[in-house]
Structure formats: C-alpha cells, structure tokens
C-alpha cells in the first residue's frame, strides 16, 4: 500500500508518496504560514490530493515539531506553529471528507528515526537512539522494534534532559538543557562568542561572514573546518563531545545498539562523529564491560520526515 507523508518544517510543506520499500514515488512542496493553523490544515489537505491525484494511496501520515498525542491526533504544542491542544487530524480530515482514509499525527523528529530505523542506517538493530541535530535537538527512541511514544506522547524529547544544572537558559524555560550545548544553536553561539572577543583567532570565521560576527553561521563553521581551520575544528569537535557525553548518558538508561546523527551539522562528517564516538567512549558506564554502540550519520537526508510518516500511517 502506497501512502502520503507530509513533513510540516518552519518555512515550507513537504510531501511525497512512498511506498512500502521506504521509495518516495512523487513529492509536492507548499510555503508555511506559521501564524495560522487553518493556512497549515489547506496546505496539507491540498498536498495530499495533488499527490493522490497521481497515485492511489491508503493513508496519510502528518509529521510536525512538537508534542504529537500518544493517540496520534492531536498537535498539543508546536513551536513553530501556533498549535495548543489542537485537533490537527480532525481538522485536515474535515477538509478531505474522506470518512475511509486513514491519517495519523507524528513529531518530526519520531518520523526521522522511524525512517533511518526501518530503511536507513537503522535496518540492522532493534534499539536505537536517532538525534536530530538543528536548530534545537530533537530524538526519536526504538525499542526492541517498537517506537517509543510514552504515555501522552512527547517521550524522546531529549533535548531537555538537563546536563548542566543552572546552565544556559532553554526555551523550554528550564536551564542547562542538553540542546544548549549540543545543537547547531550551541555552535554558532559559541562561534559568534570567540569571533567577538579574540577576531584574530576567527580570521577565517569572519572572512566568511564579512567581518560581522553576529553573520557567522553554522555552516560557515564546517567550511572553515573542511579547510582547516583550527577554530572551526576545535568548534565542532566541542559539540561532538557534547553530543558523545550526553549520548552515553542515554545509554544507561536505554542500551542502544545505535547512536543516529541526523540534521545539517551531519555535514561536518567525521569532524564532528570522531569526537562524539570518543566522547561517548570516556563517559559510558562501567567502561570496558559495557558494549558500546555504535555512532553513524543519517542516511536519509531532508526526506527521512517525508519516509517515515508515510510508513508509520500504516501502523
């Protein structure tokens, strides 16, 4: 059975139609209209019927960042859209008025993993641990086969596990939260900090960002560390340590067999896993009798929201 998967990001709609092999046969964009919910239920309503149009589909899977219920209808918070408690199913659904269609809500981060876990670096495990490394940190937990949702929905927000108390303020509102030091956030604070206050040793950062510190970015960054650059090095390999250390502490409660990076500072390439599987090694308990997983890139890409929404509307 052939189904939709939209991923609703923070400046654009993407959908496709996937088969069961994990195959997007078909894909459709739309622009996001952040500050209007309703805008949000048309785009996707009318993606799905572009889409189906082409190829008859069984169900459509509607994937989004936030709190998604454990019944999978209800979008309880977005921090991109103004969703709170909203009936993110019953709405497209209205739309549709097709009684026979099957339509499920994920968080995009659970459709990411769920997608590298069934067709991606995944296929050989049955635990695993995806983070998806943005703007924020997300994560999606597999255990023993089984996508771990919690009881009302928003387990594997990983983020937001502390690991410095009083540390840097989260937009969650709590301090010290593990995406304050391990995001693409994180790096370009700390690029932005060193490129303020030492400009001699963010020579090559600056070059890149035209002299304004406030312009340097994230993949400015990886640039100047693909070329060499010492600080752009030490920038990441920072950040793989943190991603490794926060990583072994997840895996003292949840053994994974895999560790997936995900999200555009996967770009970095070794510069930045090295240090994460080193990192991971160091801080993992009980070291030495404690097997180790193993710390893989993504294999997805931007379309593991698309995939993995469109096969978890099958279950």
């Known amino acids: 059975m052939d189904t939709i998967g939209v991923d609703i990001g923070g400046t654009k709609i993407a959908a496709g139609v996937v088969d069961e092999d994990g195959v997007i046969l078909a894909q459709a964009k739309r622009d996001t209209v ?63 008025d097709r009684p026979e269609l099957k339509i ?115 993949p400015s960054v990886t640039l100047a560390a693909q070329e060499g650059d010492p600080l752009a090095i030490a920038l990441l390999a920072d950040l793989g340590r943190w991603i490794g250390a926060g990583s072994a502490s997840v895996a003292a409660l949840l053994d994974p067999a895999l560790v997936v990076i995900g999200g555009g500072v996967g770009e970095a390439g070794d510069l930045l896993v090295a240090p994460a599987r080193d990192a991971f090694a160091t801080h993992l308990s009980a070291r030495g009798y404690h097997p180790e997983a193993r710390i893989e890139l993504a294999s997805m890409g931007n379309e593991a929201g698309i995939v993995g929404a469109a096969d978890l509307a099958r279950l």
């Open 104 to 218: 499920v809500v994920e968080n995009d981060a659970n459709a990411a993993g769920w997608a590298e876990f069934r067709f991606g670096v995944g296929r050989d495990v049955d635990d695993m641990l995806m983070l998806t490394v943005g703007t924020g940190l997300g994560g999606a937990v597999v255990v023993d086969g089984r996508l771990v949702r919690g009881a009302w929905g928003v387990a594997a927000e990983v983020g937001h596990v502390r690991v410095v108390p009083e540390g840097h303020l989260c937009g969650c509102g709590q301090r010290g939260c593990w995406e304050q030091y391990a995001s693409g956030s994180a790096l370009v604070r700390e690029a932005r900090a060193v490129a303020a206050t030492q400009p001699e040793r963010a020579a090559r950062l600056l070059q890149l960002a035209g002299g304004d510190p406030a312009r340097v970015s994230g």
């Open 34 to 96: 952040a500050g209007d919910p309703a805008e949000i239920d048309r785009a996707v309503a009318d993606l799905f019927l572009e889409l189906s149009g082409q190829h008859p589909v069984g169900a459509l899977g509607i994937a989004a960042a936030g709190f998604m219920s454990s019944d999978r209808r209800t979008a309880l918070f977005g921090p991109n859209v103004a969703w709170r408690a909203y009936p993110l199913r019953e709405r497209v659904a209205a739309i549709l």
